[in-house]
């Protein structure tokens, strides 16, 4: 038997896209003398949808791009398609999580997910009624195939689901063993640095407890603040790799069951660099998903948008990139020097606009009619949300989408500036602590030096205010970031006077992320959308 | 026996003020008699905490602030109190959504919530694991009580939960009718029009099912978007109502079982009335909640900042509201007459801060380095954005909350300027249509005229081009609207030409809501958290 990993980009609810998509890889693993052909989770909605299901006609626009799979398939071979189907009971929730066989001229079969993820950034309690492992069997080739969804092959004991759930029951301990001669598991499992160590052990656990091979299929390509890695891959009953698709993009890797042999592409193994592409590939889908060709962004001379525009270069291209310098009142001449060189070395455009005489004509207007008032935070913030005004102004005009440079240590303890710095219509590194921010600008000039070093070297400022540094208002980012870590990947208490300050400067901004743009996961817990928590009722320490 | 229902305001993760409260409550049950106290779903920790759960010391300074409690309880009275309680089994989710049964020198008793609503603005399947609603009883005085909390009471066939659960059991039906004498239900039920009318019915439908008096003890108060309304309850086993507490405050009512009667307040009944305090009661929790003081806001001379100005009056007194004209290039002289006259009206400080030398500057920057250009939606945008920076300005400088004044029509296709008329810490009216921010604003006038007449009857403009009507970009309100709830809270398959344009322009702006402010839900289907569409990937009619 000979089976095709294909690990396809879907977009979401797009469904012309994905249903030809679908049918190219499928002939393409006719071609190549495949069997079977199996596809991620969803992929033929894409992931992850949650409200799009409560619009009836999506789920229904999606089948009808399902029934025409169904009868453009190819003769002499089969597919294994996520999708997510109608619940046909009355009760429960309105769909199921599924997998759908297909093949020329014979009824399909679908087989449901049982364990439903309902935590961080998962939703699928909402919509979805679980399915029964169990019963997920099909007859090929005169071997029982067992297909399994994503989360079903999580509920292993010590790597058991998210560190909120634990699972009480492991649908596949409920399977006899010897009922069991391959198995497959369909998945959109969002990237996260060493995801793909703890998949390769799930995978393994699986396969040797049914002394079975296996393959797993994973999505890639990115949708909204989720990013899909791929590296789907195959093994057999030892859990030994056969087969292995690449990370980052799509791919179709073979598997041959009788020769105990598969294609193999290298994974992306260092760790910055897999930040990297990820990262790269998140912003990439965003922009184009959501129509768009172009980006731009803010250039300060600092290291967080030197990081932004060195990786909206690598996803775009530097011709759909450009840069605008801001000077404002505290800007030093460095910092556009620093900021001008950047753009040479990327290749980008780039234009100045001076903020000066709008910020000393709307200062004038407030000390006249509200004042007299003295320098302070309002006029700290008032430049950057000038800064904010003219960026969006280029959005209008150009129709090129603003690139946010906030960090995730910023973003932490607020220290950003609502409608100013956090204009944007997508954070590309807010999950990435400011030392990562360094490392991953070290990693960019490992060859030679793109960032101009300066920039790496200086220190961090918001140059808001005269003769400004980061550290006047924070804690050095070598004792804020571990906090930050361990306050919101670990979520352990609090326990110093620093610890708590953190903690205390995270509660009070919430009101900041709750309006902040889109953040691509690049860790184990981001801020966005997988974390929720309220504005009003914070639990504060004394 | 007699019960009182004590219809406490909790905040949010304040154990301090929460258990303050709850012991007063006692307190003043005990001096009226009472033998029970029932207080609302969650009352100690206030609801609804989402991931606040994740921080594990927060529900452990919960059960910290409950010691006290049991440590406290006077003698003679026995209260019943919504809790987050640890789950005992090492499987599953953490946490219980329970009623505690405390009293003096016993050991108390533990209820938890069966039904967990995961749909809408409720996350229960996040953090909580089931209990077992026919495990819920006590013996007291004789008589069987059962517990139930909240949704637990919801199954019903025909008014099963929300439209996207159907719930396949009723955990109700499976207890014996003739094990019943006393039903108790702890809610956080939040405000929608007419809810309290399926309140009733449902309750009603529960005591004639097990042919036993019944009390319903709800939440008031607000957080974050969602606003319980109270309106507590008890009825016999007809279902005929002998107990009323009032809506929209706190509340002892007070319900005497031998006697077959209670204590009695009216219930606010006018639609328009009901939905001016809800509003007003979200604005000011969220107000005091989250710290604050003082309000401000931009009045334009247009019905909905008139709107929201006069619900910030009602909340927070004119000596905390401050109003601002904003003044540009293509206000009317009308509109700041007409918004001057609200203020007098009103009785709040207003102040003029005029654009239009900012504007200038900053359009004339963006035409020397990157134009020559036309006037156009980067000008009208450059406009409210520049407002957007006054408002901010005066929130720093006076630590006052900015309120937004975006109503549900204008979110739901995108006529809003993010960063500029969308900056607000609160969008007061962005669940209500316009339709319905007319209608409000005349029952505002029932009795005189508050807000000048000429501001409801003059057509609706941005004033942000030469004559601009928003009927220029949008279907009339009258169209719109009809189509807007369809959509939203009917969830409706849009069929029109009319429908599938309106559906598509809200599709396309979901980048705007991504980054709106809390919204005050008012409906049964509001922007805001309750509603999670993604941005890449909407599906949109060809």
Redesign the interface.
């Known amino acids: 038997m000979r089976i095709a990993l294909s690990q396809i980009n879907s977009?979401?609810?797009?469904f012309e896209t994905n249903s030809k998509k679908i049918l190219e890889q499928i002939q393409s693993a006719k071609d190549r003398h495949c069997d079977l052909v199996v596809f991620p989770e969803c992929a033929l909605m894409?992931y992850?949808?949650?409200?799009?299901l409560?619009?009836?006609?999506?789920v229904e626009?999606q089948l009808k791009a399902l029934k025409k799979i169904e009868t453009s398939i190819p003769d002499g071979i089969t597919a294994l398609v996520g999708i997510i189907a109608i619940n046909p009971?009355?009760?429960?929730?309105?769909f199921l999580n599924s997998a759908i066989l297909i093949s020329k001229n014979k009824p399909s079969k679908l087989f449901s997910k049982q364990l439903l993820p309902?935590?961080d950034v998962f939703?699928e309690?909402?919509?979805i009624e679980p399915g029964e492992t169990a019963k997920n069997f099909f007859k090929f080739k005169g071997q029982n195939v067992l297909v399994t969804i994503c989360e079903d092959i999580w509920a292993w004991p010590q790597r058991g689901g998210h560190r909120?759930?634990?699972?009480?029951k492991n649908p596949l301990t409920q399977i006899p063993k010897s009922k069991v001669d391959l198995v497959l598991n369909l998945s959109a499992s969002p990237y996260i640095p060493k995801k793909q160590k703890e998949r390769q052990l799930v995978v393994k656990q699986t396969a040797t407890h049914f002394n079975a091979p296996m393959v797993y299929v994973n999505m890639v390509g990115?949708?909204?603040e989720l990013i899909y890695d791929g590296g789907s891959f195959a093994v057999d009953s030892k859990g030994k790799i056969l087969a292995q698709a690449c990370h980052f993009e799509e791919d179709l890797a073979i598997l041959d069951l009788e020769k105990n042999e598969g294609s193999k592409k290298p994974l992306v193994t260092h760790e910055m660099e897999s930040i990297r592409q990820a990262a790269v590939l998140g912003l990439k889908?965003?922009v184009s998903?959501?129509g768009f060709e172009k980006v731009h962004l803010g250039l300060s001379g600092g290291i967080d948008s030197a990081l932004v525009a060195c990786l909206a270069v690598d996803a775009l291209g530097p011709q759909n990139v450009k840069a605008f310098l801001l000077p404002g009142p505290y800007t030093s001449p460095l910092s556009n020097q620093l900021a001008q060189k950047l753009c040479e070395n990327l290749g980008i455009e780039s234009?100045?606009?001076?903020i000066n005489?709008?910020f000393e004509?709307?200062a004038e207007?407030?000390n006249e009619?509200?004042g007299p008032?003295e320098f302070?935070?309002?006029h700290e913030?008032?430049q950057a949300?000038?800064r904010?005004?003219?960026l969006?102004?280029?959005s209008?005009?150009k129709g090129s989408l603003l690139l946010g440079t906030s960090n995730k240590s910023e973003l932490a303890v607020g220290y950003s500036t609502?409608?100013g710095d956090l204009?944007a219509?997508l954070l590309p590194i807010g999950d990435l602590l400011k030392t990562q921010v360094f490392e991953l600008a070290k990693h960019y000039n490992s060859e030679h030096e793109l960032i101009p070093l300066e920039i790496i070297t200086r220190p961090p400022t918001a140059e808001l205010r005269e003769n400004q540094k980061d550290e006047d208002s924070l804690p050095p980012y070598d004792q804020l970031d571990p906090v930050v870590y361990k306050i919101v990947e670990k979520?352990k208490?609090p326990k110093s006077d620093l610890e708590k300050r953190i903690y205390n400067m995270m509660m009070k901004s919430e009101?900041k992320r709750?309006?902040?743009?889109?953040i691509l996961k690049l860790s184990s817990h981001a801020f966005g959308?997988g974390?929720?928590?309220?504005?009003?009722?914070?639990?504060?320490y004394p």
Chains 1, 2 share one sequence.
């Open positions: 977009h979401l609810g797009d894409g992850h949808p949650v409200d799009l409560e619009q009836p006609y999506v626009a009971n009355k009760v429960g929730k309105p309902t935590y939703d309690g909402r919509h909120y759930q634990t699972y009480g990115a949708q909204d889908d965003f998903k959501s234009h100045s606009l001076s005489t709008g004509v709307l207007e407030l009619k509200l008032l302070g935070l309002t913030n008032l949300r000038i904010g005004n003219f969006m102004a280029i209008n005009l609502l409608y204009c219509g979520v208490t009101f709750w309006q902040a743009a889109p959308r974390r929720r928590l309220p504005i009003t009722g914070a639990y504060i």
